[in-house]
């Protein structure tokens, strides 16, 4: 029963993280977006007179789409129409559950991973979540009964797939570095140094993979500037139809879905939870230099580690979202096929090249 409890307590830590992360990107990109255009941003949903820099406006927003009235067309699907948006917010919420937020900590004799998922095929795991989001997307599109949101719903469809491709072709080359599917295991290996000094993170082994999955990560969100499967401005968005908690749930499903590829940039490219020069008995510095530290304080420091990079990669995303114009549907075809993914490859041939001349990843 023991373990049982900590596996649910995992999971449940996990899942409360993605989801009020999820929730509050709306007012992060409303501040950020904010600050960039040199304005206030939204601050005046109040609770009592306090406005507290516009945090109320997440709930504001929540009370607001439960609260509107349910719109069903009248040749939609019921059935789908119903289920497309809880399909995309239940894939975008398990895609987090093996991305390790910390290391293996002992308590109580028992060994526990600090991820919601133990798995030795992590990595597959999170692709193939990522991937059955799609499905949602499509439901949505079609189910509605509207021919632009199908036509929203094929243009998801054809990016996510082309993103997903680059995605799974950019992490080969990570992969063979550290040997390994399971994502905590990628993380323990990130922790090691290169040439006594250089933490061997993936962005430093993999800078090239890093550039390619962070640009298809992006594209896997549907977020400007690859928002073609929405495009508020042509109005052929694949929720067109949807409106209140339903509506809603779509565009948490985008946010999610950014969580999961900052989670994921940071488990395979920024350390995972690692701190450069920090071991579990403290920092052991190059040149012998020795600052020892409870164990607790170690794990507490490697999971803040962790949180802080996902925050920095959301806000890196936002930072792109609010910066680059959106890209037409041909680009952003051409970008995935012709660009991300033959680089890719060219990617994993030179790995394996460096690996071959160097005696492989043990080295």
């Known amino acids: 029963m023991a373990d049982v ?25 409303r501040k950020q977006s904010a600050i960039m255009q ?14 507290v820099m516009g ?3 997440p709930l504001a927003d929540a009370l607001k789409l439960l609260a509107k009235e349910e719109f069903r067309p009248a040749h939609a699907d019921r059935f789908l129409y119903w289920l497309a948006p809880f399909v995309s917010v239940f894939f975008g919420l398990t895609a987090f559950a093996s991305i390790p937020f910390g290391p293996v900590i002992e308590v109580g004799g028992r060994q526990i991973p600090l991820q ?10 999170v692709f193939a979540m990522l991937s059955l ?3 949602g997307v499509m439901m949505g599109g079609w189910s509605s009964g509207n021919n632009f949101a199908l036509l929203g719903g094929q243009r998801a469809a054809a990016l996510m797939i082309s993103a997903e491709i680059a995605i799974g072709a950019s992490i080969i080359g990570v992969i063979m570095v550290y040997g390994s599917l399971d994502m905590m295991e990628i993380a323990r290996g990130q922790g090691e140094l290169l040439w006594g000094w250089l933490p061997k993170w993936g962005l430093v082994t993999q800078p090239l993979a890093f550039v ?10 549907k977020r400007i500037p690859f928002d073609t499967p929405e495009c508020e401005s042509e109005i052929i968005g694949y929720f067109v139809e949807y409106s209140g908690m339903k509506a809603g749930m779509f565009m948490m499903a985008d946010f999610l879905e950014t969580v999961v590829v900052a989670g994921m940039t940071t488990a395979l490219f920024l350390g995972g939870w690692q701190v450069p020069y920090l071991a579990a008995d403290g920092f052991h510095f190059p040149g012998g230099a020795h600052l020892g530290m409870p164990a607790a304080l170690v794990v507490f420091l490697q999971v803040m580690a962790f949180v802080i990079k996902v ?17 037409r549907y041909d680009q952003a075809m051409r970008l995935g096929w012709l660009g991300l993914f033959p680089l890719s490859i060219l990617n994993i041939v030179v790995t394996g090249l460096v690996l071959l001349a160097t005696g492989g990843p043990a080295s």
């Not at 899942?15 to 009020?20: C, R």
């Not at 040199?38 to 406005?51: C, E, T, W, Y």
């Not at 919601?116 to 795991?125: E, H, M, S």
């Not at 390619?212 to 969100?221: D, E, M, P, V, Y």
């Open 5 to 29: 409890g900590i596996a649910i307590g995992r999971v449940a830590f996990v899942m409360l993280f993605v989801l009020n992360l999820g929730g509050l990107l709306g007012w992060v990109e």
């Open 38 to 51: 040199d304005r206030i941003g939204a601050n005046r949903a109040s609770i009592f007179g306090l406005r």
């Open 55 to 57: 945090l109320f406006h």
């Open 116 to 125: 919601a998922v133990t798995l030795n095929v992590g990595v597959l795991y």
């Open 133 to 135: 989001g799609v499905y």
């Open 212 to 221: 390619l999955f962070l640009t298809a990560g992006i594209a896997s969100t």
């Open 311 to 327: 925050s920095v990669m959301i806000f890196f995303m936002m930072l792109i979202r609010w910066t680059l114009p959106r890209f």
